[in-house]
């Protein structure tokens, strides 16, 4: 009777280890959960940044959500219309239920496409350098440059592009501010008519800078043209692709014999008609 | 109601408006007197102001910020560590605004003599500082940034108001059906940062006991009750880092026995040599 007691009195050590389990527990519980809210709050691969903005996730590590950049942008000089009123700016502060991370700028170019100002003024304001001023500097210069903004990419839906269904339209190609560098006009004979071309926009990844003035130039109900982030839009072939024909290209394979350049593995060393011989297909 | 009984909260109603209002031009007419929001401004297009928490965060991310933000939240650091004390919260902070309304509405409904009271530690929020920092690390995200009620409400005046607004109100209902001064008082983490950063700072809420006349006033309307923990005891200054400096018990006090002053180890020094 007198042991039962005992046993169920709290002693300091009991008390000092329920104590933590409870501080550990609790605290273990709210890393969970917010973690949890916060890997969510980030995973949105299509938004589209300021120029000059790094790479996304270094982006939403150093992004301090002050809006200064937006703020640029909506009140630089240029921003207003005929009648001198301001109009809207073309970042703006993501807010809850826009699917961007909240507070971070961004723009949804067929809203306020990006007029890639010569001055830049976005990038400047930026006080963490979430948008990097070197990645718009030209270095022999030494001054900003509209020319090495990347937002994004445009890209074509080519059957909802009525171009490429033979009607003639260069909406895109006109508005492009880097005209016939970004968008060419590729001609080809349009054989439903026999006398007609078409003329096909064809975007340049190198040049073009993501500012989505094609995008909100574009004509179709929904645009045919669009921007995307670089990461979405673009694919990669890899380093093992050399263009032979490409004299650059080829200096990447330099002096190297064939068998430098050829994949070694358990695999290789075998011949191909071993494979055969040893049952490789399974007959 | 006498003008000397609400003389600083409409002094510091001036202030948190006037803040927000200078913000809302700075995005809406270009005025270059206080750009930015609370996370970072410009003050007269020149001086850096920064969330001191906010940078903690980011630097938990791993990542380096520009020397700006890093001047910007010194001043912060400084301003408040030697001067303001918790005044953030009080005479800054626009969720003040809310929360204070929650607890005005809590006072004449008289929520907490009808409903069952729900107790939560109010070392919350220092645990929420350690918290948001672990889960920056984790998520490469400043964490407490992705749900700070504070700039959420602040982003929502300035640049145009989003559905981050529920939160708000969520807020609201918290500190008024759950628990009495919940968010401010308890769980905020910018909160908390600021308490600790006004530590040492110069101007308190200072008692004098022999005009005290017991009427717990003060003790009613203050978000921190328990830092008034010696009305109508002992004369001296109030030294608890969760103080905000609003004033409202020197409002509301019709006895002379609260009034705010500067250097609490000067009045401290006084009364022990007396």
């Known amino acids: 009777m007198g042991d039962k007691e005992k046993k169920e009195q709290i002693t300091p050590r009991r008390r000092f280890f329920t104590d933590m389990a409870h501080h550990i527990g609790l605290g273990t519980m709210g890393v969970l959960l917010w973690g949890g809210y916060a890997a969510k709050a980030k995973s949105n691969p299509l938004t589209l940044r300021p120029p000059a903005a790094l790479d996304e996730s270094d982006f939403l590590k150093r992004c301090i959500k002050c809006g200064l950049c937006a703020e640029a942008c909506v009140n630089r000089p240029q921003n207003i219309d005929k009648d001198g009123h301001q109009k809207p700016g073309t970042l703006k502060m993501a807010k809850a239920g826009d699917s961007v991370t909240i507070g971070t700028p961004f723009f949804t170019p067929r809203d306020v496409p990006c007029f890639m100002c010569d001055d830049i003024p976005c990038v400047p304001a930026c006080p963490t350098g979430a948008l990097d001023i070197a990645k718009v500097t030209n270095p022999k210069t030494n001054e900003l440059d509209f020319r090495m903004m990347d937002m994004g990419v445009a890209v074509v839906d080519v059957h909802s592009c009525i171009a490429f269904w033979g009607l003639q339209c260069d909406a895109c190609y006109r508005a492009c501010p880097l005209l016939d560098e970004a968008i060419k006009l590729v001609y080809n004979r349009n054989d439903r008519t026999g006398k007609h071309a078409f003329l096909e926009p064809v975007i340049n990844p190198d040049v073009c800078t993501g500012c989505g003035l094609c995008e909100k130039a574009c004509v179709t109900e929904k645009p045919a043209i669009f921007v995307l982030p670089r990461e979405v839009a673009q694919g990669k072939a890899g380093d093992h692709y050399v263009k032979g024909w490409d004299k650059k290209d080829q200096l990447r394979v330099g002096n190297r014999k064939e068998e430098d350049i050829t994949t070694h593995n358990e695999r290789s060393k075998k011949k191909p008609l071993d494979y055969l011989n040893n049952n490789g297909l399974g007959l | ?274």
């Open chain 2, 1 to 274: 109601m006498k003008f000397s009984n609400i003389k600083y909260l409409i002094l510091r109603r001036v202030v948190q408006l006037g803040l927000l209002f200078l913000y809302f031009t700075g995005n809406v007419w270009g005025w270059k007197i206080l750009q930015g929001d609370l996370s970072t401004s410009l003050l007269f297009n020149k001086v850096p102001l920064s969330d001191p928490f906010a940078l903690l965060q980011i630097f938990a991310t791993g990542a380096i910020v520009g020397t700006n933000v890093l001047i910007g939240a010194l001043i912060i650091v400084l301003f408040y560590g030697i001067i303001g004390g918790r005044a953030f919260c009080s005479w800054v902070c626009p969720v003040n605004l809310v929360t204070d309304a929650a607890a005005w509405l809590r006072r004449k409904l008289l929520i907490d003599k009808i409903e069952r009271k729900v107790w939560i530690s109010r070392n919350i929020r220092y645990y929420m500082i350690i918290i948001a920092l672990i889960v920056s690390a984790i998520s490469g995200l400043a964490a407490f940034e992705v749900i700070s009620p504070i700039t959420i409400l602040n982003r929502n005046i300035i640049f145009g108001i989003g559905s981050g607004l529920g939160f708000i109100v969520a807020i609201f209902l918290f500190d008024l059906f759950v628990v009495k001064n919940g968010w401010c008082g308890h769980i905020c983490p910018l909160g908390g940062v600021h308490s600790i950063i006004g530590k040492y700072s110069l101007f308190r809420v200072k008692h004098t006991s022999e005009n005290c006349t017991l009427c717990m006033k003060c003790r009613v309307v203050c978000p921190e009750s328990q830092v008034l923990h010696m009305i109508g005891k002992k004369s001296i200054t109030v030294n608890d880092i969760e103080c905000t400096n609003c004033g409202r018990c020197i409002d509301i006090c019709d006895d002379d026995a609260l009034g705010f002053t500067v250097g609490k180890y000067i009045k401290e020094n006084n009364k022990e040599s007396k």
